[in-house]
């Protein structure tokens, strides 16, 4: 199966920077790789998804970038803002399925 | 448009009771899946419907755990003889065609 490895697990940035969250996968077979943000008390809310046909994709401060050969891709974010502070989830189904498996999540915390 | 909804939204349940916990998709998502999410860590898969059809139960902990989507619409999660270990938040989510996932809020069960 799928093993998906997310670091850092925590990531403290002031107001104003950029925050980059990593993530390796283990399936070369994988091509989609989707980003979610969970608030406390809330489900995974998707915030950006990028399929193995690019290299990356941006909205607006969310960029995600894939490198196919290496088996890795990040989130970056930038210009943080306070309501950027969330945990953080990466994920990535084994290829042919759509069963996703998640990494252990990033709790991003800006600082005002 | 209305989202995953998920009821209740929190359960306090002895040790040994039964609990059915209900999830209702966006309208016209053909997928539907079952998550366990403990404290501290990514969400984890349980079972996966395609329509009315349970195609995937692979990750159900154990035989006490029982799901259904007999309309292929709005989904049970049940749990006969909830144990303590049961305590988490169970989500779902669907979606149209597989990939993409769309959660709902989550419901926390508490064993006592």
């Known amino acids: 199966g799928e093993n998906v490895e997310q670091h850092p697990s925590t990531l403290s940035v002031q107001e104003g920077d950029s925050a980059v969250i990593k993530c390796t996968y283990s399936?070369?077979?994988?091509?989609?790789f989707p980003w979610y943000k969970q608030e406390l008390g809330k489900g995974p809310q998707l915030i950006i998804d990028?399929?193995?046909?690019?290299g990356e994709k941006k909205d607006q401060r969310i960029a995600v970038t894939l490198n196919k050969t290496a088996k890795h891709f990040s989130l970056h974010i930038t210009e943080t803002q306070p309501e950027d502070s969330a945990v953080y989830f990466c994920?990535?189904?084994?290829?042919?399925?759509?069963?996703?498996?998640f990494g252990r999540g990033t709790s991003l915390i800006v600082h005002p | 448009g209305a989202g995953v909804s998920q009821s209740p939204r929190y359960k306090v349940a002895k040790r040994g009771q039964d609990v059915a916990l209900r999830c209702d998709p966006i309208?016209?998502?053909?997928?539907l899946f079952w998550y366990q999410q403990a404290l501290g860590q990514g969400p984890e898969f349980l079972t996966y419907?395609?329509?009315?059809?349970?195609?995937?139960k692979s990750g159900l902990p154990s035989d006490r755990f029982f799901a259904e989507r007999p309309e292929g619409s709005v989904s049970t999660l049940k749990i006969q003889r909830t144990q303590q270990e049961d305590s988490a938040v169970y989500l779902c989510?669907?979606?149209?065609?597989?990939?993409?996932?769309?959660f709902g809020p989550g419901t926390r069960l508490t064993v006592l």
């Open positions: 989510a669907s979606s149209q065609e597989g990939d993409t996932q769309y």
């Open positions: 399936d070369s077979a994988s091509n989609y």
């Open positions: 990028i399929r193995s046909n690019v």
């Open positions: 994920a990535a189904p084994s290829g042919g399925s759509y069963i996703p498996t």
């Open positions: 309208s016209g998502h053909v997928s």
């Open positions: 419907f395609q329509n009315e059809a349970q195609l995937d």
